[in-house]
């Protein structure tokens, strides 16, 4: 088992104290350096995989400290998350331009601490849940205990944007949509206009249902749909479904889920009756709308079901998983459900290219 090494370069002996006893009860190897001068000489010494440091010390300040450590080609990387009594932007500022990675406001308490250094040290992609209730915090938290990732909690919107600025590792963010200060769907708007190359999925947690709601989210930015109360099993498909094997985030700007450019090979005996199978999914799509509206969800059932079992002889077996997905979100009156999954249809028959497998190795 790979044990961190921290240096806590800190001049407050009970700070100093307070510090060592929280990260060495959390299994971390812990170094004290008691001003900027002792930091430097001891990262020379040591490779560290983290470094805390209080920016007013005597001798070298943690500024100056900074610049030192991160001058020398084997600390050029090292996380350095500062300590500091003040929360003034202009010095946050000067500190980012330093190579400060991150800061810790004093007095910082044990969660906000080992939160905060988990996210630097812990290379598996990160999670950002947004909601207010502490109950629906903790409940999602016990379904991810034993998930390969890492968990960010925000209480609000603000909070939410603030940790997506923060953390580069985030690979997926459930959104509650009803929060204080800032709701979700404000949130998820501030947080789509923050992506650039890679589009974060967002997922709307909501307990409202039906198209008017499925709409609204959507428009706001989120790529999915959660229904509140959260299960484990609902929570750990949105994720399977979002982030990939090697844990990371499965979407480009632009798309949603894993559905993105699709070339589909079909039996060349089948080129006539494609272009109106496809036509009908895209009725079903239009029909399956207006059943989820008018609350008649055997119907809505239904066509999932027969979706499911004519895509394979098509050759469309994605289209036969979207309508599985379908028929057992009617089965389940998961309407958010429906919504998110006739939305993924849409978006699969907007990108698919049909090629007669005769076709195959052409060029035009």
């Not at 909690?153 to 509650?176: C, M, P, S, T, W």
């Not at 289209?319 to 699969?348: S, V």
């Not at 290219?353 to 060029?363: D, I, L, P, Y």
Request: proline share 3%; glycine share 8%; net charge negative.
């Amino acid at each position: 088992m790979n044990i961190f090494r921290i240096l806590v370069a800190e001049d407050n002996k009970e700070v100093q104290a307070a510090c060592c006893h929280i990260l060495r009860r959390a299994g971390y190897a812990v170094d004290i350096a008691e001003d900027g001068m002792q930091a430097v000489e001891a990262a020379r010494m040591h490779s560290y995989d983290l470094v805390l440091m209080d920016l007013e010390m005597p001798a070298m300040n943690g500024i100056t400290a900074v610049k030192e450590i991160k001058s020398h080609k084997k600390d050029g990387n090292v996380p350095i998350i500062a300590f500091t009594s003040l929360s003034d932007d202009t010095l946050r500022r000067q500190c980012r331009a330093e190579g400060i990675d991150d800061f810790l406001v004093k007095p910082v308490g044990e969660e906000i601490l080992l939160a905060c250094i988990d996210r630097w040290l812990n290379k598996r992609p990160a999670i950002l849940i947004a909601d207010d209730m502490e109950d629906s915090r903790k409940l999602i938290e016990h379904h991810l205990r034993n998930a390969p990732f890492s968990v960010i909690f925000a209480k609000n919107g603000i909070e939410a944007v603030a940790a997506f600025h923060r953390d580069k590792q985030i690979a997926l963010i459930l959104l509650d949509m009803e929060m204080p200060v800032m709701d979700g769907y404000t949130a998820a708007r501030a947080l789509a206009s923050l992506m650039t190359d890679t589009k974060v999925p967002i997922i709307a947690m909501t307990a409202h249902e039906g198209e008017r709601e499925a709409t609204k989210c959507l428009k706001a930015g989120c790529t999915g749909f959660l229904g509140k109360p959260v299960t484990q099993e609902a929570l750990m498909q949105v994720i399977t479904e979002h982030i990939d094997e090697k844990g990371a985030c499965s979407q480009r700007r632009g798309e949603i889920k894993t559905l993105g450019e699709y070339v589909v090979h079909i039996d060349p005996s089948l080129k006539e009756l494609v272009p109106r199978y496809l036509d009908n999914r895209h009725k079903d799509i239009t029909e399956i709308r207006r059943l989820l509206a008018a609350g008649d969800l055997e119907a809505v059932r239904i066509i999932g079901h027969n979706m499911a079992g004519s895509a394979g002889g098509y050759g469309f077996p994605e289209i036969g998983k979207l309508g599985k997905e379908i028929e057992g979100a009617a089965l389940r009156a998961h309407t958010q459900g429906i919504g998110h999954w006739a939305t993924q249809l849409a978006d699969y028959l907007s990108r698919i290219t049909v090629v007669a497998k005769e076709e195959e190795g052409k060029t035009t």
